[in-house]
């Protein structure tokens, strides 16, 4: 019935109205159903291949892969559909083998038992509960447990999972799970990996809603000083304030991880990033976001709107943001409510225009005329090329 209710639910069910076959929500969905959320992306399985379910559906799946796998989105909803499969590891930190399977076997290939169930929605599986060991008791206690011995060895951006589902979950990480995470990070599993599954776990954790929470969860298990010494969020509150001063359209990931890489060099900080294949834009945001500190000191000393303006520079708005959390909120947040949004009435047409030649002279004025008015002293056109044509005239 909750299922049912879902808004993803139902032209998913409105399609296959008649389909005989077993087609099963699988994984976080289900874990969140019984938790009493409403999960917006379904993730379904089915025991045999996808092809015929993909064609029902009118093509709002794509089918990706020979592992039997489809995903798109469908009247504005997100759905992932796989065939139930079983896998086999070759090596530590390889990408698994595939082979078909039933639903069993499917649930326990899953990272923690909490996403081991599944729930039947269409044909003669329908309202069948399956989970595997002690999903639902793990579910009701709030514990995040591994599936097998080898689960970090045979996969260990794993690890970075647990720090995203306790953090997310406010789950507590069970005792043997524990015990396993930290013996996989002393035999640095982690290096088994590529660092680009690394660098997209990494930036599933900082895009949660509440990232801070799961960077803390990353320190307390030692993953942030496995991924690189000296990494990791040592003030949960500063970066909590940074993303409180934050504008809508500025990047909450590259601020947390930006925040994270405080202690870094800037060298270091760039190879981590590049180690991890973080794409180059997202990647300049977060170095970007990591000169807040001395970006901090210089707002502390500004003391008029231009040189406010002046201190950020080309600086983003998740450096200025932090700047502000890290003590100077006031210059940070006026330059992010107000002096961003500043623009010169006038430009370098109108510097000609007036008879000025081309050359640095035509910068050096423009600037000028834009600290003017920021400083509230050159609010209309005239004065604005005024001051403009005054400061380039002094510089020939």
């Keep these: ?3 049912g209710a879902l808004p993803a639910a139902q032209p998913l069910l409105r399609r296959l109205e008649g389909w005989t076959g077993d087609v099963y929500l699988v994984g976080g969905a289900v874990r969140d159903l019984m938790l009493g959320e409403q999960p917006v992306d379904l993730d379904l399985m089915v025991p045999g291949p996808v092809d015929g379910i993909v064609e029902r559906l009118g093509g709002g799946l794509v089918s990706h892969d020979r592992f039997g796998t489809a995903g798109g989105e469908m009247d504005g909803h997100r759905y992932d559909l796989a065939r139930a499969r079983k896998e086999t590891y070759t090596h530590p930190g390889a990408l698994p083998e595939v082979d078909p399977g039933d639903v069993e076997a499917d649930l326990s290939r899953r990272d923690f038992t909490v996403n ?21 008791a793990d579910l009701e206690e709030g514990l995040l447990r591994v599936l097998h011995e080898r689960s970090f060895v045979d996969d260990p951006t794993r690890l ?6 306790a953090a997310r979950l406010g789950f ?5 799970t524990l015990e396993l995470a930290r013996r996989a990070l002393a035999e640095q599993a982690l290096d088994q990996v590529s660092g680009a599954r690394i660098g997209a776990e990494l930036r599933l954790l900082a895009a949660e809603a509440d990232p801070v929470a799961g960077f803390v969860t990353l320190r307390r298990l030692g993953l942030d000083q496995a991924l690189a010494p000296g990494f990791g969020v040592t003030d949960p509150g500063g970066v909590t304030r940074g993303l409180g001063l934050l504008p809508a359209d500025g990047s909450r990931p590259a601020l947390v991880i930006g925040a994270a890489g405080f202690a870094l060099r800037a060298a270091e900080r760039a190879a981590l ?13 977060i170095l970007d976001a990591a000169t807040a500190p001395e970006l901090s000191h210089r707002l502390r000393r500004a003391r008029k709107p231009s040189e406010i303006a002046a201190a950020v520079g080309t600086r983003g708005p998740e450096a200025v943001a932090l700047a502000g959390a890290l003590g100077a909120e006031d210059p940070a947040r006026l330059w992010l409510e107000e002096l961003r949004q500043v623009r010169l009435q006038i430009s370098g047409a109108d510097l000609l225009a007036a008879g000025l030649r081309p050359g640095p ?11 003017a008015r920021l400083d509230g002293e050159a609010e209309s056109v005239e004065a604005q090329l005024a001051v403009a044509l005054k400061t380039a005239g002094e510089g020939n």
């Design 273 to 285: 990033l590049n180690g991890l294949a973080f794409p180059a834009q997202e990647r300049d945001r």
């Design 361 to 371: 002279a035509l910068g050096r004025g423009l600037a000028a005329a834009l600290a």
């Design 116 to 136: 081991a169930i599944a729930l039947g929605v269409l044909g003669p599986g329908s309202g069948r509960l399956i989970a595997f060991g002690p999903a639902l």
């Design 160 to 165: 970075l999972r647990l720090a995203r589902y």
């Design 1 to 3: 019935d909750r299922f």
């Design 172 to 176: 507590l990480v069970e005792a043997h």
